[in-house]
């Protein structure tokens, strides 16, 4: 059975800094690209980042370059967001995924995903 366990969601303020992280099991990692997603309320889901199997090729989307910065231990089985200069517009619930199709080197489709966690909230106050 696989299980992507997110953590590290919360409340901060405009500026601030949070530390996703998702905890996979049940699959071979190494054989998965993995990503981050989020869902405000409302609104469909979004692609934020993703990270080829070994790490090499990450891609983001366009408001979060430069700010988030994605990563994965494949020791540990686990890949991070480390989210940056949050903004209120970051408010959402943060979605681990795991996919066979995704490759890390262009945006990722939602539909494009073989797996997901269970979602994690991260609000930023003004």
């Known amino acids: 059975q696989v299980q992507l366990v997110e953590s590290g969601g919360g409340l901060v303020q405009a500026g601030d800094s949070l530390r996703l992280s998702c905890a996979a099991s049940?699959?071979?990692?190494?054989?998965?690209?993995m990503g981050w997603f989020r869902q405000a309320p409302g609104k469909e889901r979004e692609f934020v980042a993703v990270?080829?199997?070994?790490?090499?090729?990450?891609n983001y989307a366009d408001s979060v370059n430069g700010r988030f910065t994605i990563s994965r231990d494949n020791a540990k089985n686990t890949v991070y967001l480390q989210m940056n200069s949050l903004e209120p517009e970051d408010t959402a619930v943060y979605y681990c995924?795991?996919?066979?199709?995704?490759?890390?080197?262009?945006?990722?489709?939602?539909?494009?995903?073989?797996?997901w966690g269970q979602g994690t909230q991260v609000t930023v106050s003004s």
């Open positions: 995924a795991a996919s066979t199709y995704c490759t890390g080197d262009y945006y990722c489709n939602p539909i494009e995903i073989d797996y």
């Open positions: 990270i080829s199997l070994n790490g090499g090729r990450t």
């Open positions: 049940g699959l071979t990692f190494s054989s998965y690209a």
